[in-house]
């Protein structure tokens, strides 16, 4: 097993463990996904020279090993432009705000979105929580910024 899987699955276990022993709600396996997503890709983006391509590489790995399985954000997320409109689904990229390091493509599930925004329209600009299942992923590293892309299945929005 490598170091960087290691570390991660290591990370993962003490967080479990503190949430159990303080009572509070079990992480679900698409919560996990997230917090080791977000993990590596700040030790990606935070490694200096010399590291940078063996902390990317660890990150492409375990975005291939994401692939097919659920990823659950916590209340990070705000839609930044319906990329398409009908009567069943929102074809949408999502991002965090600034800085944006993740963003979200797929068919937001209508029913789920409908809930989320009905107390008022300024909604369309708050936080979501979102969850879904990969499909595909893109790591971008340009001369400004490195971001992780991922294509969700159906992204459910809550």
């Keep these: 097993m490598k170091f960087g899987k290691m ?3 290591v990370f993962i276990v003490v967080i479990s463990t503190v949430f159990s022993l303080s009572g509070e709600e079990k992480i679900s396996e698409a919560e996990k996904n997230y917090i080791a997503l977000r993990e590596l890709y700040i030790g990606w983006k935070d490694a200096v020279l010399g590291s940078k391509n063996t902390r ?17 954000s916590g209340v990070d997320f705000t839609l930044l432009s319906p990329q398409s409109i009908d009567g069943r689904s929102i074809g949408s990229l999502l991002s965090m705000p600034e800085p944006s390091w ?29 969850r879904g299942k990969v499909l595909k992923f893109r790591l971008d590293m340009n001369l400004s910024a490195e971001n992780v892309d991922l294509w969700l299945e159906k992204i459910f929005i809550y």
């Design 7 to 9: 570390l991660c699955c």
């Design 56 to 72: 990317r590489r660890d990150l492409y790995r375990f975005c291939l090993d994401l692939i097919g399985n659920e990823i659950e």
């Design 102 to 130: 993740l963003y979200v493509h797929g068919e937001i599930d209508m029913a789920a979105f409908k809930d989320a925004v009905k107390n008022s329209s300024s909604n369309w600009k708050r936080l979501f929580r979102i």
